[in-house]
């Protein structure tokens, strides 16, 4: 399990180092702080667009001193650690197709048809594959 303090601590010194990176105001050697994306890191964006690790790297790199940015972090809360799987839905009710992406977050469970239990879903619209 994730100790709640050290999770919190680290999304909200990440976020900082954001503010301060998009605003111009961070040292360039600052960038480093992003060695905290594994190799493997993908994001989905609220876009619904999936970004490998290295265009994120990238993406906030060229946005250095683009904008002025404030964040708030908020409802802090950690999960069970469990394995994670992503995959895409697609829904075709009374005719209309709908896609999305999704995030979750299962447990072992023996008891469980499968093996493993739902512990937590994300997901997100692809584009142009909203209801």
């Known amino acids: 399990m994730i100790e709640l303090g050290a999770f919190e601590t680290e999304v909200?010194?990440?976020?900082?180092?954001?503010?301060r990176w998009f605003a111009g105001t961070a040292e360039p050697s600052e960038l480093e702080r992003l060695d905290v994306l594994d190799e493997s890191?993908?994001?989905i964006g609220p876009d619904g667009h999936?970004?490998?690790?290295?265009?994120?790297?990238?993406t906030i790199e060229d946005a250095?001193?683009?904008?002025?940015?404030?964040?708030?972090?908020?409802?802090v809360s950690v999960h069970p650690v469990a394995p994670v799987g992503m995959y895409e839905e697609w829904q075709t009710i009374d005719g209309r197709k709908t896609g999305r992406i999704s995030s979750a977050v299962m447990m072992s469970d023996p008891s469980a048809p499968n093996g493993l239990r739902w512990m937590h879903l994300q997901e997100t619209w692809l584009p142009d594959a909203r209801p």
Do not use: C, P
């Open 50 to 58: 999936l970004h490998a690790v290295d265009q994120v790297r990238s």
């Open 12 to 19: 909200r010194d990440l976020h900082a180092f954001f503010e």
């Open 41 to 43: 890191f993908q994001m």
């Open 64 to 75: 250095y001193g683009r904008r002025t940015l404030q964040i708030a972090i908020r409802n």
